[in-house]
Structures are given as C-alpha cells and as structure tokens.
C-alpha cells in the first residue's frame, strides 16, 4: 500500500511538472531557416559560458552546435569570425572565446547555401545544468518564505533561466522540444520563477554572492522530471561501464525507461559548456525494488558514477564540478506525514560518488526534512540545502574555503561559514574506545552532537532529548549493532576526533544509519556530519 502510495504521489507530480512545462513552452519550436537548424537553446538571450571570471580550473570555451547541409558554417560574434565544417551527416560544433562580461552580443551563424540564424541579446557567463526529479523540479513558490526568495532576483539582473520541455525519445535527439530564455526582469510577476527550480536558482545565487559578483551573467537550465530513476537520465553508453549489472536493470516505461530522458532532455545540450551540473536525485531508486541479489548501495554507485563520467566525456570540456545533494528525511520531529524507507543505501552512493570523482561536491542534507506542500516526500527548506551546495561549489570553482558574505537587503543574511562539514575519514580501535578521524581538521571544529530539528527553520517541535534518545553512532558487535549513547560520544576540546568510549572490541562503527535522523554530529558552523559505515573485518 505505501509504495502504491508513492507511485500515485509521484504520478500525480509528473503530470503537473509536464503540464506546466507545456503550457510555458507550447509557442516554442526549434530555430530552422533554410537547411540551418540549431537547438532551442541557442536563442536569444541566451547565456554561453564565458571565460575568466576568477575560477581555478581550466578555462572552457563556449560552443555552439546544429545541423545543415554539408559544408562551411560561420559565426561572427561582434569583431569576431569562426568558422567550421559539417561532418558528412550535417552535424556541426565550433568553440567561441568569450570573456564574461555583462555587455549583450549579437551572434550571426550562416551556412554556405546564405541560410542565417541571429541569436541577439547574447550575455557570457556561467552556465548551472540542474538536473533530477522531483525536488530539483520543486518550484520557488513552496520553498521557506518563497515570496521573500522570489524578490531577492532584483540584486541578480543578469540571471536567464531555460526550463527544458518534457521529452522522453527512445534515441538521442539534438533539438528540443521547444523552450526559451527568460531574464531576471521578465521572470518577477509572470509565475515564471515561482515555477522554476529552487534549487537551481538558490544555488546558482548563492555561489554568486560567495563569488561578490552580483552582476555576474548566469545562465540557469532546470532539466527536471518528477518521479524518475537514475537509469532514465543515463546515456546507452553509461550502461557499458556496469556490465555487472546486464540483465539486472529493472526494466520501466515512458519517462522512467532507460536513456529515454537523457535523449531527450540532456543530449539536446550535450554540447553546452557549462560551470557546473548540480543534480538532486535518488527517492525513486531508493524505493525501487531491484533485482535479486543487487546490493541496492553498489548498484546506485556504479550507476550515477557511469552517468556523470559519461555525461563528462561527451561535452569534452574536462571534469566539469559536479553537485550532489545527499537524500535529506522526509519529515522532522513532531511533523505529520509519511516516514520514507530506503534512503540509507543511497546517501551512501551518493558520496561514494562524490569521493571517488574529481571536482565533486556534496550538500549533506541528513537534518533538512520536513513536509511541504508538495508532501512529505519533498522537504520545504531548499534554502539551507542551495546554501551548503553552493559552499561545496565556490570551493571547487573558485577555491573559497571561507568567506564572509555580507547581507544583501532585508531578507538575505550575512554568514561566514567553512565550506564543508565534517567528512569521515578513518576508524580505529584502542584500549580507550573507537576514535573517529576526518579529512579535514578545518571541517571538524568544534564538534558537537545536537538535536537536528534545532537546525532547521521548518520544524516547530524541538527535541532536547532527540541526542540522549537516538544518539548516531552505533558499533558492531558479535554481529550485532548496538547505539552508543550520547555521553560515551565524546569529544576532547582543541581536537578533531571523536571518542567512542569504551567500546575497545567491535567489528565496525556507523553514524546516522536511520531515514530519519534526529541527532546529528555538528561542526563549529553547524553543518552535520554525513553518514558512513566502516568495518574494520574488511
């Protein structure tokens, strides 16, 4: 009945996504003149990826691709000439080296036969591709004190948004659907950013103001699908590096059939440089029932990891940062609503992920749940969510550990916050107990076990008591796992280890191996620990 339940919620939540995508976008048609066709992305007021801009990692060029008769394509962009050739199907890319800069462009691509495409209102910028189900499809309009967030698009002038039309092909497509660029003005009083991703937009803001470039051009793509599976948004090619898995990937229809998203919401932009990709995932696969004798933590791993280096090496432009948010619960505290099951194994993929790739980040969101408007399977507080994302991101983009952020008018407040919480690193056992260690002693600051609804600004049931009655950690002994209570948890002042006393013989220790975590390991700028476990018979 529950997983019955699940299906009609997330049912329910496709259909809306699809039919407001379709009502915003049903005037859009692909760019065609003559023999020369281009992708609906690249229109006016579009944003291209530009150069400079502070970042530490490579620079990446711009690049624009479509299709026409055979022969030479050229694009003049202001003073500028490029030109390319066809390959023998038509197909074309030419790369454009574009500075960052707030001073629209005009582009003008033609092909031989004198067929001309012009994209005007062109900004150079960078480029966020938010991708996922339903919590990356949830709107601005049901986060925390959404009107407040809607109006904080006036500092962000040159923020565009693209909201990618469903499109579910059995092949990989190179045009869209349909869609079109929206700016920051046209996007207040139409219920075009109340309808666009909070995620994606609050993030995108967020590593802005951590950059101190409010003016910057950022160009925000939502590519999102309520209710949908890792294996929808995966390439055919991704499915060779899990050969363990032939014969195992439960089978789906629709939007849920595999690669049937990624041809048709990702390849159209396969050749888009981009900043970064930020992606919130993974309640469908944790309620998916796999095959038998798939351990369901491996199988998400090996799956997600082969999406993101798939969808890498296609766009060719490098290891391009990559942004996970962690599975948060699905309710707090004292909140009515339905308890979810399965998440463990998957927040564990999630930063095996995370751990193993280059340029790869992760928002722990272990004591953000809580019930919305959308249920208890989609979690109000976005806000705090797009904020830890965006540290781990203006981290690897542009090497801010940390970094004060003044406020900006009467709604955004100030922080100045390390950008990560703690990260398991290692265990070992002595005479004393389990002593717990981290990657980075600057994460592990001051750290403290508190009641996770204390942490968040959508729950009104505070639990004083959560740490004493469902304190994280537990150890494994004799086969069995048993909870470590909260004052055999200790931590010694000036260090940045954690004590597990007493326990002088197990086989192994975990932390947060619960749904729904009530108590969580904090550092000094309240971010949580994410879960792990480790056995040391291994």
């Known amino acids: 009945k529950l997983q019955f339940l699940y299906f009609i919620v997330d049912s329910l939540l496709v259909i809306m996504t699809w039919l407001s995508k379709s009502l915003l976008l049903m005037s859009s048609i692909p760019t065609v003149v003559g023999m020369l066709q281009v992708p609906q992305w690249i229109s006016d007021g579009m944003v291209l990826q530009g150069s400079g801009g502070g970042s530490v990692l490579p620079e990446i060029p711009a690049v624009l691709n479509g299709m026409s008769d055979v022969g030479k394509i050229t694009v003049r962009d202001g003073q500028q000439t490029y030109e390319t050739n066809t390959d023998a199907n038509g197909n074309w890319t030419i790369h454009l080296n574009g500075s960052i800069s707030t001073v629209p462009t005009t582009l ?14 062109v900004l150079y910028g960078d480029v966020y591709f938010c991708a996922g189900q339903s919590n990356m499809a949830f709107p601005m309009m049901n986060a925390i004190n959404a009107t407040e967030e809607i109006a904080t698009i006036k500092y962000f002038p040159n923020f565009r948004f693209f909201k990618t039309p469903f499109a579910a092909p059995p092949t990989p497509q ?97 050749q888009m440089s981009v900043r970064a990709g930020i992606w919130y995932q993974g309640e469908h696969n944790a309620k998916q029932v796999d095959s038998p004798g798939v351990d369901k933590r491996q199988y998400y791993t090996c799956m997600y990891s082969a999406m993101i280096e798939t969808w890498r090496q296609f766009k060719k432009i490098g290891d391009f940062p990559w942004l996970t948010e962690q599975l948060p619960p699905s309710k707090l505290t004292g909140q009515s609503g339905q308890l979810t099951t399965g998440w463990i194994p998957i927040r564990l993929a999630e930063a095996d992920v995370t751990h193993k790739l280059t340029n790869a980040g992760m928002a722990v969101g272990i004591d953000l749940g809580g019930v919305s408007a959308w249920g208890s399977l989609h979690p109000a507080d976005k806000n705090e969510m797009s904020r830890r994302m965006a540290l781990q991101g203006a981290k690897i983009i542009y090497n801010i550990e940390k970094k004060a952020v003044p406020s900006l008018g009467n709604y955004l407040v100030a922080y100045d916050s390390y950008y990560s919480g703690p990260v398991f690193e290692s265990a070992s056992v002595s005479s004393e107990g389990v002593t717990i260690s981290f990657t980075d002693p600057k994460a592990a600051v001051d750290l403290h076990l508190a009641d996770v609804s204390e942490h968040s600004v959508n729950n009104t049931t505070p639990c004083s008591l959560c740490c004493a009655k469902a304190a994280p950690f537990e150890v494994l002994t004799a086969g069995n796992w048993t909870t470590v209570p909260q004052a055999s948890t200790i931590v010694t002042p000036g260090t940045s280890t954690v004590l597990l006393s007493g326990y002088s013989s197990v086989d192994g220790v975990r932390y947060a191996n619960s749904d729904f975590v009530e108590c969580a390991l904090y550092n000094s700028d309240d971010l949580p620990l994410g879960p792990f476990v480790f056995n040391f018979t291994q």
Do not use: H
């Open 174 to 270: 190179s045009m869209l659907k349909g869609g079109s660029w929206v700016n920051s003005t046209a996007s207040l009083g139409t219920g075009y950013l109340e309808n666009f991703s909070a995620m994606c937009y609050m993030t995108a803001r967020e590593i802005t103001r951590l950059q101190s470039n409010l003016d910057r051009p950022i160009g925000l793509v939502e590519s999102a699908v309520s209710g949908t599976r890792v294996e929808a948004w995966m390439p055919k090619q991704a499915f060779d590096l899990c050969s363990q898995y032939k014969g195992k990937v439960p089978t789906a229809s629709g939007g849920n059939a595999a690669t049937a998203l990624y041809n048709g919401m990702v390849s159209p932009f396969i």
């Open 108 to 121: 003008t691509i033609t092909n031989e036969g004198g067929d001309s495409i012009t994209v005007n209102d």
